[in-house]
């Protein structure tokens, strides 16, 4: 069973910066493209930012220039740093990954979500 377990989230105030990490944990297993999404109360999950297993990324237009995303494959893990924080950028973070475990299919995983709060 493969799962995929975000830390790093907490309460900062704006300008302030925090990094994520989304590690991949469980038996063997292949990781293709990782993405954060971030969703709000009430409103739908927003994609973020991707990286793919090549190390091409790809950023919200709402978060270019202030978050970043990285990745160790050697841990099974994705970083996002985010910088420059808004109180707009307040909401829980999701990550999502496209994983297949040894022997099965590949299918589309989710972590539990870290809260981020960005006090004005």
């Known amino acids: 069973q493969v799962q995929l377990v975000e830390s790093g989230g907490g309460l900062v105030q704006a300008g302030g910066s925090l990094r994520l990490s989304c590690a991949a944990s469980?038996?063997?297993?292949?990781?293709?493209?990782m993405d954060w999404y971030r969703q709000t109360p009430g409103k739908q999950r927003d994609f973020v930012a991707r990286?793919?297993?090549?190390?091409?990324?790809n950023l919200a237009d709402s978060v270019k220039g202030r978050f970043t995303i990285s990745r160790d494959n050697t841990k099974n893990t994705m970083y996002l740093q985010m910088n420059s924080l808004k109180p707009e950028d307040t909401a829980v973070y999701y990550c999502?990954?496209?994983?297949?475990?040894?022997?099965?299919?590949?299918?589309?995983?989710w972590g539990q979500g870290t809260q981020v709060t960005v006090s004005s």
């Open positions: 999502n990954a496209n994983i297949r475990p040894e022997g099965g299919r590949w299918g589309d995983y």
């Open positions: 990286i793919t297993s090549s190390g091409f990324t």
């Open positions: 469980g038996s063997a297993f292949s990781i293709a493209k």
